[in-house]
C-alpha cells in the first residue's frame, strides 16, 4: 500500500512564495516518477513539475506556466517530494497533487490547496 501525504499549502499574496511537500510511503521502487499536479475549479488537471528517477539519472520537467518560478526537487532517502513555489500568481491558484507512478503503479495523494490573492 503507498500513501502521499501533501502538506504546506495556504493562502498567500500574488509575488509571495510557498512550499509544498509530498512523503511518500510504503512499497516503493526505486524506479519511479514523483510530480505534482493541480487543477484548478472548472478546469482539468495539469502537470506542474515531475521528477524522474532511474539508476542513471534524474530528470525534472515543469509546465510552461511555472517555469522560471517552481523548483521541483526530492529527498531520496526519505521519499519526501518538494515544490517550491516563488513569484505565485493568481493564476496558481488550484488544489495541488501529488503523485508517484512506477511499473504497476499510480498513487495521488488527498491534494493541498494554494489560494493566491492579487
Known amino acids: 500500500q503507498v500513501q502521499l501525504v501533501e502538506s504546506g499549502g495556504g493562502s498567500v499574496q500574488a509575488g509571495e512564495s510557498l512550499t509544498l511537500s509530498c512523503v511518500a510511503s510504503g512499497n516503493i521502487p526505486w524506479e519511479n516518477i514523483m510530480g505534482w499536479y493541480r487543477q484548478a475549479p472548472g478546469k482539468q488537471r495539469e502537470m506542474v513539475a515531475t521528477?524522474?528517477?532511474?539508476?542513471?539519472?534524474?530528470?525534472?520537467e515543469y509546465g510552461d506556466s511555472v517555469k522560471g518560478r517552481f523548483t521541483i526537487s526530492r529527498d531520496n532517502t526519505k521519499n519526501t517530494l518538494w515544490l517550491q513555489m516563488i513569484n505565485v500568481r493568481p493564476e496558481d491558484t488550484a488544489a495541488y497533487y501529488c503523485?508517484?507512478?512506477?511499473?504497476?503503479?499510480?498513487?495521488w495523494g488527498q491534494g493541498t490547496q494554494v489560494t493566491v490573492s492579487s
Open positions: 503523485n508517484i507512478r512506477f511499473l504497476n503503479g499510480d498513487h
Open positions: 521528477n524522474s528517477r532511474d539508476v542513471t539519472a534524474t530528470i525534472t
